[in-house]
């Protein structure tokens, strides 16, 4: 399973990106796809979760302002950031969990990661 994550960079506090992850090597309809950030010098942190069947979690720090979505077609996960501030500086990852057998049995597999800088 390879993820290939994109769609980072350079914006002004209150801009907005879009991240992608395509994901190869899997059913990605049968994943639980997730978007986690590492700034520097710090954790890696969870941001926001989108399941197979839809359903959809965020970390409350980018409630209401980051939108996690999918394209089983195109077996790509996306992450819309809007009203971004300076503590969103970090690289993002991007995560499938894909089922094993039996299915209740995940496998994690990560992307490489795509820095966003927001500038204040």
């Known amino acids: 399973v390879q993820l290939q994550a994109s769609g980072g960079g350079l914006v002004q506090t209150g801009g907005s990106l879009r991240l992608s992850c395509l994901v190869s090597?899997?059913?990605?309809?049968?994943?639980?796809m997730g978007w986690y950030r590492q700034a520097p010098g710090k954790q890696r942190d969870w941001v926001a979760t989108?399941?197979?069947?839809?359903?959809?979690n965020y970390a409350d720090a980018v409630k209401g302002r980051f939108t996690i979505s999918r394209d089983n077609a195109k077996n790509t996960v996306y992450l819309q950031m809007n009203s971004l501030k300076p503590e969103d500086t970090a690289v993002y990852y991007c995560?499938?969990?894909?089922?094993?057998?039996?299915?209740?049995?995940?496998?994690?597999?990560w992307g490489q990661g795509t820095q966003v800088t927001v500038s204040s």
């Open positions: 995560k499938a969990a894909v089922p094993g057998t039996p299915s209740i049995v995940k496998y994690d597999y």
């Open positions: 989108i399941f197979s069947g839809g359903r959809t």
């Open positions: 090597g899997s059913i990605f309809s049968t994943n639980d």
